[in-house]
T-cell receptor
Framework: KAGVTQTPRYLIKTRGQQVTLSCSPI?????VSWYQQTPGQGLQFLFE???????NKGNFPGRFSGRQFSNSRSEMNVSTLELGDSALYLC?????????????FGPGTRLLVL | LAKTTQPISMDSYEGQEVNITCSHN???????ITWYQQFPSQGPRFIIQ???TKVTNEVASLFIPADRKSSTLSLPRVSLSDTAVYYC?????????????FGGGTRVLVKP
């Protein structure tokens, strides 16, 4: 099976702009989670989608949003970008029907906000 | 969610065995222990998962004592390419959502 793919891999934006990141999960996986990783804060959970519904949400402001499509592909959007939003954004998919749930991560999108 | 504590960094040499211990004193009955490996600018990669005793796969072994308050990831005969950050996670089974908490991880440096 192909792994989790994320596009774009790299992105440069300026403060105040908005950005949309895309994630295609492993075929058959219906759960997609998003994480933000920075050197200072480590890897932090943003939100999880399952069957087009947001199931869990981390402690991020409303500027961070996401959605999932019927084919399980997911997008996350960050509006009114701030310098502190510069990070590696990781998407992970999982098969929530398995007993031992593991997540499979994509390569990430590195966002730089200037 | 159970909190985990692991060493910040470890150095080793090629061919040696690396053992990373993770403490999770508040692990719940239904929690599993999972280890991930992450290389720079890549997403974490699943290494191994276990519930109790010992689990072994082609990459690593995971030792979990009877009280489950800690676990040890063992990487046999490491090579330079094993230089990475290793995360220990403790989380519920299946349907609680993907709120797996990644701690600071252990930065392993393998030297020639």
């Amino acid at each position: 099976k192909a792994g989790v793919t994320q596009t774009p891999r790299y992105l440069i934006k300026t403060r105040g702009q908005q950005v949309t990141l895309s994630c295609s999960p492993i075929s058959g996986h219906r759960s997609v989670s998003w994480y933000q990783q920075t050197p200072g804060q480590g890897l932090q959970f943003l939100f999880e989608y399952f069957s087009e519904t947001q199931r869990n949400k981390g402690n991020f402001p409303g500027r961070f949003s996401g959605r999932q499509f019927s084919n399980s592909r997911s997008e996350m959007n960050v509006s009114t970008l701030e310098l502190g939003d510069s990070a590696l954004y990781l998407c992970a998919s999982s098969d929530r029907t398995s007993v031992q749930e593991t997540q499979y991560f994509g390569p990430g999108t590195r966002l730089l906000v200037l | 969610l159970a909190k985990t504590t692991q060493p910040i960094s470890m150095d080793s040499y090629e061919g040696q065995e690396v053992n990373i211990t993770c403490s999770h004193n508040n692990i719940a009955t239904n929690d599993y222990i999972t280890w991930y490996q992450q290389f720079p600018s890549q997403g974490p990669r699943f290494i191994i998962q276990g519930y109790k005793t010992k689990v072994t796969n082609e990459v690593a072994s995971l030792f979990i004592p009877a009280d489950r308050k800690s676990s040890t990831l063992s990487l046999p005969r490491v090579s330079l390419s094993d230089t990475a950050v290793y995360y220990c996670l403790v989380g519920p089974r299946v349907a609680a959502g993907n709120k797996l908490t990644f701690g600071g991880g252990t930065r392993v440096l393998v030297k020639p």
